[in-house]
């Protein structure tokens, strides 16, 4: 039986993560980078494509521990078996790294004493390769093609293969502690060096406590508001500041179904929210190594600009199938890479310019030709904003007028205005610039608003909702009391209700996106509504959303992307970023910090 998608845990050092299971198993992780190849693929097949499960022995996969936390504000987690022989307890982390990524799991003897047993599958490339083992230096060293991995123990224990594993079963008494190391390194470079797994969990806890210090957020709820930033941190790329949409690919909207998609890369469409929790919490560095990150990977000819980008700014992200794992729970196929990195979504030029103005509002240094890059971004939307596009949920059907899309072109125009207006020194089309921001006002209340119904639409002459249109008071196309605002959240709420949460679009079946199926509720569009409800001054209504939204993380605080209300279970990527962005967002927005 598959563990739930809910059943995880992240741990990370800010370059790449690693899924644990309640049954303590490590059934995801990518090195060394979160879009690498994974050597831990167990998620999306078997313990035959890779885990690493350290258990009281005896124990069956998938029995889950008798409970775990996260070590207060810190990404290190504490899971703990009792048994009848005695308690022990399982402490799983990744220090931030010199050069290589380690892995550490230490195990300690609670009380009585309790046999362990550790199950050690590498499986490169995906779990598609069974790389050679051998002994080194006092470790067991798998090597296959570019990739090498070590294992050892503090204090040695013994280790033997089976089943083309590595097991070590040993047992630890109350006061004994034995730590594992697994560290992964190009196979032609020499051996790491050694961390000591003490003294890296003493400096990870500091290093994540010292940080959560730092949210200057202290209203009701502040606990899940630090565990969601901590996980923001945990999806950041260090050495560019990008953040990845999720840790994982391919993990399914829809149980048994193909809507499985690759999120391992950066959206240029989270920017401004992103850039909003962050610097709403205290978080100035990040926010301005996201904006940094935005700029180099906008950099360019604005014909060019992606909807996401690899975690350094890279432009390919081929999409291909791997026909050798049989996916979550049977959801083939099992994607890497993410078509739709060639579509036209019109909306992310107006999210870069919203992005790089919050910036300027807040008061982070402009950058050099950052207003050279935002003129260039007008440019071209002035010339193409009145075209079809695939829009915010990337459809793979024909392009279409979306609602959305034309209102984030006229929050890149009034941005640009604004911009001039606050610094008449900046070169620009003042007057062009507010005369297309006239013309889209128009034309969408025109085009995109359905009067019969009282609501604006997914699209030019559609009668489909979509969720998106939830943010046109926040980003200032309407006031939240305009009666087409209004209209339009009732309809939304009547309309896309997924068990009392928010679907993104209308769906019912029909393959409105090009893919067939359907999904769960959003969870980012349900924490739309909650922000938008309070907006319209229907708080008490926005702060119950709040509260179940919140009943959903699962035990350690963590968010998929999708809920199935009917199953009570997880769907798609996780942790995904998206989700977490809207709790932080939603909470500043309800209960906002007090001067």
Known sequence: MAARIEDYALIGDLQTAALVGRDGSIDWLCLPRFDSAACFAALLGDEDNGHWRLAPAGTAPGTPCTRRAYLEDSLVLETVWETPSGTAKVTDFMPQRDRAPDVVRIVEGVSGSVEMLGVLRLRFDYGSIVPWIRRAYGHRVAVAGPDSAWLRSEPPVKTYGRDFSTRSEFTVSAGDSVAFVLTWHPSHQPRPALVDPHESLRHSLEDWREWAARCCYRG????AVVRSLITLKALTYAPTGGIAAAATTSLPEEIGGVRNWDYRYCWLRDSTLTLGALLSAGYAD???AWRSWLLRAAAGDPADLQVMY???GERRLPETELPWLPGYEGSAPVRIGNGAVKQLQLDVYGEVMDSLHLARRWGLPAKPHEWKLQRSLMAYIEEHWREPDE???EIRSPRRHFVHSKVMAW??????V????????LDGDADGWRA????VHREVCERGFDAERGTFTQSYGSEELDAATLLIPRVGFLPPDDPRVTGTVDAVRRELDHGGLVRRYSSDGKPMDGVPGNEGAF???????AETLHMTGRTKEAHDLFERLLSLRNDVGLLAEEYDPGAGRHLGNFPQAFSHIGLVNTALALFPPQD
């Open 286 to 288: 990040e926010a301005a």
């Open 436 to 439: 297309m921001r006239d013309e």
């Open 411 to 416: 929050v890149a125009a009034d941005r640009a």
């Open 523 to 529: 969870l980012a569009c349900s924490f739309w509504l």
């Open 310 to 312: 690899g975690l350094a």
């Open 220 to 223: 009701p709820h502040r606990e």
């Open 418 to 425: 604004r911009a001039l207006e606050a610094d008449p020194g």
């Open 391 to 393: 829009g915010i949920w």
